[in-house]
């Protein structure tokens, strides 16, 4: 039996607790409060993605059997949206593409999980619950630049929280050490989402994201009103300088050499089947196939005539982590489209492989229109 002394030292202990407890809620409360009062505006954080990719996973599987349609999932990264203004890039235009093209009585519906930066890390943290809503179809694009360590830094390791916790033995299998994601971190994000308190987590996350948000805005107010001679003119020379080395000068936008070799290097040179990201993608094209789901993976359009110009295309380089790429496909019964070097220099609007959507190229129609073709020609012979 515990003694009093006991009792009053467990007391005090859960007193401590509580207090400290009460303490963090208030002092949160006051950040936010006092964000909000700034009119510090909520950025856009990368688990917000994740609840909108949880939205169009129960539209997929919300089916009706009096309205009979072929669900095609889409996964992309930014290179097939238009995130200027409107709905106007691959991701909005295929479905129409596919609408066109197909028999008259096909009822055609493509449901999009394309994101700027997604990878084929996202794509399968995503797969599971994408394999179990039941699509007819997946399409996935894949980025010759993601073949580069470069690209590692901008993945989304938190969006490891879409995996099912029973696939966990699997994931721990994969390298998920190229994206920065450890094996704590992966329990953890998994646990979280699991436990339900996922809005929790992403409120969190806003919120720090506002806080750091609103340090800079302070940090530009305190130099700009510092009486320093120069102000903040070492942050325009500092962007200045780094737009000189990743940009060419002049319109439409264009890579430096020393920027195309960040992205590109690794694809250039030559990979192997045993590449981490091509690890991850054979993963999700198994998921895939255990369900039954056919898959047509898509090259990504690459500016090759601009590669060329800077002097730096190797087509053999290239050619051989293409065809790595196509035995991992394979591999798995997926298709591989091949749509690398489809366009010309005219299609791109900028430096990160965007596409142009006014003159001189509308170009995403052209791409729609072989992703539509492929897709077609598979369920027609299934």
């Known amino acids: 039996m515990a003694s009093g002394a006991d009792k009053r030292g467990a ?65 992309s990264d930014s290179t097939s949206m238009h995130l200027a203004s409107g709905a106007r890039g691959l991701n909005d235009r295929l479905g129409s593409t596919l609408a066109r093209l197909a028999p008259a009585d096909s009822h055609l519906r493509v449901f999009s999980f394309a994101n700027p930066g997604f990878t084929q890390f996202t794509q399968y943290f995503l797969s599971h619950r994408l394999a179990d809503a039941g699509p007819d179809h997946v399409v996935i694009g894949f980025n010759l630049a993601s073949l580069a360590e470069s690209w590692r830094t901008g993945d989304r390791p938190e969006l490891a929280a879409l995996l099912p916790m029973r696939f966990l033995g699997e994931a721990l299998r994969l390298p998920t050490y190229w994206i920065g ?101 054979h993963a999700t094209l198994e998921v895939f196939r255990a369900h039954g789901i056919p898959v047509l993976v898509y090259i990504v359009p690459l500016n090759v005539e601009h590669l060329e110009a800077l002097g730096m295309l190797d087509r053999t380089g290239l050619g051989r982590s293409i065809e790595s790429l196509r035995q991992v496909v394979a591999a798995s019964g997926a298709s591989l489209l091949d749509l690398h070097d489809l366009l010309p220099d005219a299609a791109y609007s900028d430096a990160g492989g965007h596409l142009n959507v006014d003159a001189p190229l509308d170009a995403p129609p052209i791409v729609a229109q072989r992703i539509a073709q492929a897709v077609l020609a598979a369920r027609a012979r299934r």
Not at 43 to 53: E, N, T
Request: proline share 5%.
């Open 181 to 281: 994601l450890s094996t704590d971190e992966l329990l953890l994000y998994t646990t979280v989402a699991h436990l339900g308190v996922f809005e929790t987590w992403l409120a969190l996350t806003q919120q720090q994201a506002r806080c750091v948000h609103a340090w800079g805005s302070a940090a530009e107010w305190v130099q700009a009103h510092s009486g320093a001679p120069r102000g903040l003119d070492y942050l325009t020379l500092h962007l200045y300088q780094r737009r000189q080395q990743q940009l060419l000068p002049g319109s439409p936008e264009r890579e430096t050499e020393w920027l195309a070799r960040w992205r590109y290097a690794a694809a250039l040179a030559g990979v192997g089947p045993e590449h981490p990201v091509l690890r991850v993608l």
């Open 11 to 75: 007391a005090r202990m859960l007193g401590f607790v509580a207090g400290s407890a009460c303490a963090l809620v208030l002092i949160s409360l006051a950040i936010v409060r006092t964000l909000d009062a700034a009119r510090i505006a909520t950025p856009y954080v990368d688990l917000a993605a994740m609840r909108v990719m949880l939205g169009v996973l129960d539209a997929i599987a919300q089916r009706s059997p009096l309205h009979p349609e072929t669900r095609v999932a889409f996964l």
